[in-house]
């Protein structure tokens, strides 16, 4: 079983910046994984926000390219989010997310299909 713990949320002012991080408590039991940041504001469908394989290859909802970067510290134990430029849309519940595979051609799953959840992280961004 993989724990996620998500922190680093907050309130800041339009343009401002934070830095989420997500810890995971055990290592992966396969190769291959994917860890993703999803978000989800009241009354709105959660969405993807950026994702990062084991391959180290990253992809972004277009509504945040250019603004955040996902990232993973050496070990791969600990799952960073920087989050530039805020927008009032920014503002959500942001939930990290793992998921993992012994297959090679193993990629990203859906949202649904990930295995692992966190908890969350309260992100609040004013004009």
């Known amino acids: 079983q993989v724990g996620l713990v998500e922190s680093g949320g907050g309130s800041v002012q339009a343009g401002g910046s934070l830095r989420l991080s997500c810890a995971k408590s055990a290592p992966y039991m396969y190769k291959y994984y994917c860890l993703g940041w999803f978000r989800q504001a009241p009354g709105k469908k959660r969405e993807g926000v950026a994702a990062i394989g084991s391959n180290g290859t990253t992809t972004y909802a277009d509504s945040v390219k250019g603004r955040f970067t996902i990232s993973t510290d050496n070990a791969k134990n600990t799952l960073f989010l920087q989050m530039d430029n805020l927008q009032p849309e920014d503002a959500a519940k942001y939930y990290c997310?793992?998921?993992?595979?012994?297959?090679?051609?193993?990629?990203?799953?859906?949202?649904?299909?990930?295995?692992?959840w966190g908890r969350g992280t309260q992100v609040s961004v004013s004009s």
């Open positions: 997310a793992a998921d993992q595979s012994p297959f090679s051609d193993y990629v990203c799953p859906a949202p649904e299909s990930f295995g692992y």
